[in-house]
């Protein structure tokens, strides 16, 4: 059974990016793929989040795989995401992300656990780097 994450380990580093910028190499593309529900390998078929969009990065050859979640302004996760096979790795490049349970400013790193789950929202709109090492 899945767990709120309590344990959740999170780090603020001294000196976050600033709101808005991509870098010299990711310009904005507002068509980039919307969010797809349950894309993962034996999941249900895709679901499209408005207002938050995935941007796949990386993909390993045992399936772990990196993107770029964005999240507009007053949008949440339909509901639980439960992280499985594996953990969840997050940083937050720009803007507040909110896990259900607390508010989290750029620069802030968040370890879930594999088992756990959250509610993932924003009320101000960020930035996401998300890493699954296990897929």
Do not use: Q
Request: a positive charge; glycine letters at 14%; one cysteine or more.
């Amino acid at each position: 059974m899945a767990r709120k994450y309590p344990e959740v380990s999170s780090r603020t580093l001294a000196r976050p990016l600033r709101h808005g910028h991509r870098g010299a190499h990711a310009p904005r593309n507002p068509r980039a793929g919307r969010l797809h529900l349950g894309h993962r390998p034996g999941g249900t078929r895709p679901r499209t989040v408005p207002g938050i969009r995935f941007r796949p990065l990386w993909t390993g050859p045992t399936g772990a795989h990196a993107g770029v979640l964005e999240m507009d302004a007053g949008t949440s996760w339909p509901r639980r995401d439960v992280h499985e096979p594996g953990p969840e790795e997050v940083y937050v490049v720009a803007g507040t992300f909110d896990d259900g349970a607390r508010e989290h400013p750029a620069g802030t790193f968040l370890h879930a656990p594999a088992g756990t789950w959250h509610v993932p929202a924003s009320a101000t709109g960020c930035t996401l780097f998300l890493f699954y090492p296990e897929g």
